[in-house]
T-cell receptor, first 111, second 113 residues
Framework: RKEVEQDPGPFNVPEGATVAFNCTYS??????FFWYRQDCRKEPKLLMS???SGNEDGRFTAQLNRASQYISLLIRDSKLSDSATYLC????????????FGRGTQLTVWP | GAGVSQSPSNKVTEKGKDVELRCDPISGHTALYWYRQSLGQGLEFLIY????????KSGLPSDRFSAERTGGSVSTLTIQRTQQEDSAVYLCASSSGYEQPQHFGDGTRLSIL
């Protein structure tokens, strides 16, 4: 089983739509969680960290369910500029702190 | 600049040649990671350096791949006797601590002819 699993999509939504991405991870000892965004032919960039209590940054809301080992990202009022691949990232339980990346979920927002 | 710097940005070389890719992390970041990403694929972990600890080399795909990090700062990823399947974007990232997110460089686009 892969360390981090994501629905690859693609998700195609109109501007203004709400879209949600899900991610599961296999290591129950994982301690840190992030969502990254990667534009086509660009490097990944941190979108937001994910906290146990859930957190919001503008139109973006991240949730963590440790019991189910499940992470989500909700995007409200989608913009054309939100079109990208969204990577679920988990820091494993090893002392060396290696990060595990999901394959990414592709989002296209159309006008 | 204050970000992770990688060089060269593009490298085209013939099969069988050796290549060296360089990463200059953000100043003060103790952790440094190398990944590669083939076209349309996810990130593939290669190697991780954390301070003075022994690096985690578990992602290196073969013994043709090696990496060093001198003085806890700049890192060099070396690929010997390159093969066409080595063609990919090689990304370097650094972070300031265990719980901190990684910041990526722009990557080196490697093409093996």
């Amino acid at each position: 089983r892969k360390e981090v699993e994501q629905d690859p999509g693609p998700f195609n939504v109109p501007e203004g739509a709400t879209v949600a991405f899900n991610c599961t991870y296999s290591n129950s000892a994982s301690q840190s969680f992030f969502w990254y965004r990667q534009d086509c032919r660009k490097e990944p960039k941190l979108l937001m960290s994910v906290y146990s209590s859930g957190n919001e940054d503008g139109r973006f809301t991240a949730q963590l369910n440790r019991a189910s080992q499940y992470i989500s990202l909700l995007i409200r009022d989608s913009k054309l500029s939100d079109s990208a691949t969204y990577l679920c990232v988990v820091k494993g339980g090893s002392t060396l702190g290696r990060l595990y990346f999901g394959r990414g979920t592709q989002l296209t927002v159309w006008p | 600049g204050a970000g992770v710097s990688q060089s060269p940005s593009n490298k085209v070389t013939e099969k069988g040649k050796d290549v060296e890719l360089r990463c200059d992390p953000i100043s003060g970041h103790t952790a440094l990671y190398w990944y590669r990403q083939s076209l349309g694929q996810g990130l593939e972990f290669l190697i991780y350096f954390q301070g003075n600890s022994a690096p985690d080399k578990s992602g290196l795909p073969s013994d043709r791949f090696s990496a060093e990090r001198t003085g806890g700062s700049v890192s060099t990823l070396t690929i010997q006797r390159t093969q066409q399947e080595d063609s990919a974007v090689y990304l370097c990232a650094s972070s300031s601590g265990y719980e901190q997110p990684q910041h990526f460089g722009d990557g080196t686009r490697l093409s093996i002819l």
